[in-house]
């Protein structure tokens, strides 16, 4: 599976259809950055769409540019979900104010921890394929 190193964070497959991203941290994280990310997932995915999990590093919250991109139908078109991985209570409310007035295009939730934040992809990919599966039907 490939591994892609952008300037401040690296995107890499979990699973044929789970991402893991991991941004650094301490770090200003802009639209040029939001756009690194989005064009290492669709290299990775080759055009498919992907969960995400986010994990977002210690003091590094995205500025409006980016987070307004994220919760955009353009910039939700090669994602499934997402799922923040938040470090600090600095981060938490940035991003659930942020998540209560700007709704995403696709679900998403914030959580403390990477196994956490993986249940839930696990959980609502299992209802998305039963979903699928008695659309088909």
Known sequence: MKRIECRI????PVSEDILFIDIQSNQKFGIEDYNEIKQAA?????GE???NIINLGE???PDREARLASCSLEGSYYKKADAFVI???PQKLVV???????????PTRVF??????????????????????NLIL
């Open 9 to 12: 964070s690296t995107v890499e």
């Open 112 to 133: 403390n921890s990477r196994e956490e934040a993986e249940k839930w992809i696990k959980s609502i990919r299992s209802t998305r394929i039963s979903l699928n599966r």
């Open 42 to 46: 669709l290299k990775i995915g080759e």
């Open 87 to 89: 470090q600090s209570l």
């Open 49 to 51: 769409s992907f969960y």
């Open 59 to 61: 003091f590094t919250i």
């Open 96 to 106: 659930k104010l942020f998540l209560k007035t700007h709704k995403p295009v696709v």
